[in-house]
């Protein structure tokens, strides 16, 4: 929570450059910082031995793949993320069964991405499968820095802590785990309980739907996405599904969003994130923690969260408003300002578009 903290604090310290932008520079890859004023940390100011090494895996991730930004790479990871972690099960874990975890097992079996509830995660699972190998480290290290990474690359994207250590995979993952958007609010609880989470954790991590589009529910608008600001780590996903009598242009609404907006066990925490960035952030941090570690232990693992990113903070970032009166819910991104800090914060990574 502090490392979430003194990050938004560094970022809105750091000044933009007051006229032009940083040009863009090769994608780095051997753990290169863009300077003091990127807030990339760098390679030779390293603490820990262990994390030196992930330097140069944090770039061939952030570089190579999300070319520093919240594309479809980066929204992929996150949900890759979300379904290599979300196969775990205490019941499992309780009878001593094969169980899912945070471990990299959907970049170690070619059968478990052909899932039909994996559709749409095959690309970036190809991209990253190679890396594990190629940098001697665990499938599950690596898929979890990308999600980690991914985040980050979404303008808002708070910090999470990134660790490394994690075992490799003991089987493929176990199948009918994952959740779908038909399936009731109670039916999908449980199954979240069954992971470890309770149900205000669970409206802390749908908030990823921020980030997502939809390809697969309703082919027919395929690439509609969950919100307006699909580029953008905001809030504007909760306002937007709650309120169901609106579709806007080019998003969809999932069915399990809608009901979690509305259903009365979840309703209250669901419109709680509504215009509550930062509130939504921290615990969004906390929660995704929490499932890159389904499996293991924090305590078993290093933490190699001096490595990462500053965080982009929208504050920042929103269109300048006139007058007093209250703060809008959800403020306006003025593209000229976040495309200025994704080219000084994101630097090394960007490639000229
Ligand atoms: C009730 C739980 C959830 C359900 C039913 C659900 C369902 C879905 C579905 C159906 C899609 C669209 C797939 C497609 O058609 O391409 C999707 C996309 C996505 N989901 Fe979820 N999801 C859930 C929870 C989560 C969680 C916990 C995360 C991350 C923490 C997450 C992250 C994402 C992201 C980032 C996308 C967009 C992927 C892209 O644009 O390529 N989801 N989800």
């Not at 699972?125 to 898929?143: E, N």
């Not at 921020?210 to 082919?219: E, N, S």
């Not at 615990?283 to 965080?311: I, R, V």
Request: charged share 15%.
């Amino acid at each position: 929570m502090l490392l979430v903290s003194l990050s938004f604090l560094a970022v809105a310290l750091l000044p933009f450059p007051v006229d032009g932008f940083p040009q863009s520079a090769a994608v780095a890859a051997n753990g290169g910082g863009g300077g003091v004023a990127s807030g990339i940390p760098n390679v030779t100011d390293a603490k820990n031995p262990v994390c030196v090494p992930w330097y140069g895996i944090r770039d061939a991730i952030m570089g190579s793949i999300f070319q520093g930004r919240c594309g479809d790479n980066a929204r992929a990871a996150i949900r890759l993320a979300f379904h290599d972690a979300g196969t775990f099960s205490l019941a499992l874990q309780a009878n001593a069964l094969p169980n899912g975890a945070a471990d990299g097992s959907l970049l170690v079996d070619p059968n478990e991405v052909l899932r039909s509830e994996n559709n749409g995660l095959q690309n970036i699972v190809s991209l990253l499968k190679p890396l594990p190998t190629q940098f001697g480290v665990s499938p599950g290290d690596l898929l979890h820095l990308a999600g980690v990474l991914a985040v980050l690359a979404c303008p808002g994207g708070p910090v999470i802590p990134a660790y490394v250590g994690r075992n490799a995979p003991k089987n493929i993952a176990p199948t009918g785990l994952l959740p779908d958007p038909e399936q009731s609010v109670s039916v999908l609880l449980a199954r979240f309980a069954d992971m470890g989470f309770e149900s205000r954790e669970v409206m802390a991590l749908i908030g990823a739907h921020t980030a997502g589009k939809q390809r697969f529910v309703d082919p027919a608008v395929a690439n509609t996405s969950f919100d307006t600001t699909v580029q953008i780590w905001d809030t504007r996903f909760y306002t937007e599904t709650a309120n169901t009598t609106v579709d806007l242009p080019g998003t969809f609404k999932l069915d399990s969003d809608v009901n979690f907006a509305t259903n009365p066990t979840t309703t209250q925490d669901f419109h709680g994130f509504i215009g509550n960035q930062d509130n939504w952030m921290s615990e969004y941090a906390a929660a995704h923690e929490k499932m890159s570690l389904l499996g293991f232990q924090a305590n078993d693992l290093t933490d190699c969260s001096e490595l990462l990113p500053l965080a982009i903070d929208l504050k920042n970032l929103a269109v300048a408003t006139t007058g007093g009166g209250q703060a809008p819910t959800d403020p306006v991104i003025d593209p000229v300002k976040l495309e200025a800090a994704i080219q000084q914060f994101r630097s090394i990574w960007l490639v000229p578009q």
